[in-house]
């Protein structure tokens, strides 16, 4: 069947779908990178014309239109279901609010929550068999667009065609109407300019506790980078791939020749991930590569489905740390930086593998913008209002520049004593005085 006619019959101008909005309704602007481009700023023309229009989306690599006009959050308010460094000064601007949220279970929200009025999001060119692809961000295209009241998928050239199981994109006998945008280039991560020593250190003694025939789940910043950097130049082999976010690192993994999934259980061979984002030579590295599978994030952070996949590796970061072991990768006491994402997921998931290691990484210290001191990102307590993302008792391994600890089944005074011993020198003593007031300290002598 030729379909083109019936995509012609469903082709509309951007302004055509922004008049249909009103004031009141619940929007959805895709996911990621391929959040709408010339939808965005056809609905934020018609701001004067609009109180209360209520958006979801996520992760956005570009500051969208609606929140440039005047009084912005009288006409829009951003619903985020893990918030950028755009969406975080968005917030700081009245605009944007956090929707707490453990992704794998993103799917049945949509499935519980209001439905939007209207979903959209950028897709790649339609095939010849009718469909359109949902590119990097699949994640939960799929469960908003069942559940929306109006489909609308904005035609990208530039957008990858992103294979997986299912899920994956949508039939144009699904779309309610078509828009044809301007074709930008894919929104790319700011690309890590330069590796610290430190995180050179920390992803060596991660590294070094990676068996060959490993999946690997990285998370995104410069220890992950470091991570990837450091596998390509080892000497493992038959490494996995079943991670949320597919980041640069895992394409120079995969050049070096570590990737061939060739011990996985599931998906054997295949690259699993749930949403992409990255520099160009990711998003073609991705296009039409049948070495990669992108699937649903229900699918995707299954904990079962994680656990089931022996010597997982899961690899995540955290703003701080206390001395029971419960970790924060969310706000900075009551500042909020991105949210929960799949942290817990894979944090148990490896947790239950067979062989499965969970580490989160981080720096042991941190200078602090206001007042221009060194401070610890091991606390003896969280700061106040800080989110716990992972609790103490699932919490595996932990890393910093000086060391590595295993806290699976210690003692509160034993988790104290592990995580004080990789703090920063500097610190050591006062977090000891803090855990002996806290009473989680046995001895009196220094580590």
């Not at 893990?82 to 605009?95: A, D, N, P, T, Y």
């Not at 009241?149 to 994956?168: A, T």
């Not at 390509?232 to 791939?241: I, P």
């Amino acid at each position: 069947m030729d379909y083109r006619e019936l995509y012609e019959k469903k082709l509309v101008s951007p302004e055509e779908i922004a008049g249909r909005v009103r004031s009141g309704m619940w929007l959805d602007f895709g996911w990621n990178t391929c959040s709408v481009n010339a939808l965005d700023r056809a609905i934020a023309k018609r701001a004067g014309e609009l109180e209360d229009v209520k958006i979801r989306g996520g992760v956005l690599t570009r500051r969208p239109a609606i929140a440039d006009v005047p009084d912005a959050a009288r006409h829009f308010t951003w619903n985020s279901w893990h918030m950028s460094g755009i969406e975080r000064k968005m917030m700081q601007e009245g605009l944007a609010f956090y929707s707490p949220a453990r992704y794998s279970e993103i799917p049945s929200y949509y499935r519980q929550i209001t439905p939007p009025d209207i979903a959209m999001c950028q897709v790649a060119p339609m095939d010849a068999n009718g469909w359109f692809n949902f590119g990097p961000s699949g994640s939960h295209q799929a469960a908003v667009f069942a559940r929306a009241k109006l489909v609308v998928v904005e035609v990208n050239k530039n957008i990858p065609r992103c294979l997986g199981g299912y899920d994956s994109g949508i039939h144009i006998s699904q779309v309610d109407f078509i828009v044809e945008g301007d074709n930008p280039p894919m929104e790319q991560m700011p690309p890590v300019e330069h590796l610290s020593d430190v995180d050179l250190a920390v992803a060596d003694l991660v590294v070094s506790e990676i068996p060959d025939g490993a999946c690997l789940q990285l998370g995104i910043g410069s220890m992950p980078s470091a991570v990837g950097k450091r596998i390509a130049e080892s000497d493992l082999k038959d490494l996995g791939v079943h991670t949320e976010m597919y980041v640069d690192a895992f394409v120079d993994m995969a050049e070096a020749g570590k990737l061939t999934g060739a011990r996985k259980p599931i998906d054997r061979g295949r690259q699993v991930y749930t949403f992409a984002a990255g520099s160009q030579k990711l998003y073609d590295y991705l296009h039409d590569n049948s070495a990669c599978m992108i699937a649903p994030v229900d699918y995707v952070n299954d904990i079962a489905r994680i656990a089931s996949i022996d010597n997982f590796i899961s690899i995540n970061g955290a703003v701080d740390v206390d001395l029971f072991g419960q970790v924060n990768a969310e706000s900075s006491g009551t500042r909020h930086i991105s949210g929960a994402g799949g942290q817990q997921d894979f944090v148990l998931g490896a947790y239950l593998s067979k062989g499965g290691k969970s580490f989160i990484c981080c720096s042991s210290t941190f200078l602090d913008k206001k007042t221009g001191a060194l401070q610890s990102r091991i606390r003896p307590t969280l700061r106040e209002g800080s989110i716990v993302t992972s609790t103490r008792t699932n919490t595996h391994w932990l890393v910093t520049e000086y060391g590595k600890v295993n806290l699976k089944g210690l003692s509160v005074w034993e988790r104290a004593e592990q995580l004080i011993s990789i703090a920063h020198p500097d610190f050591r003593e006062e977090l000891i005085r803090e855990a002996e007031a806290m009473h989680i300290w046995r001895r009196s002598n220094k580590i």
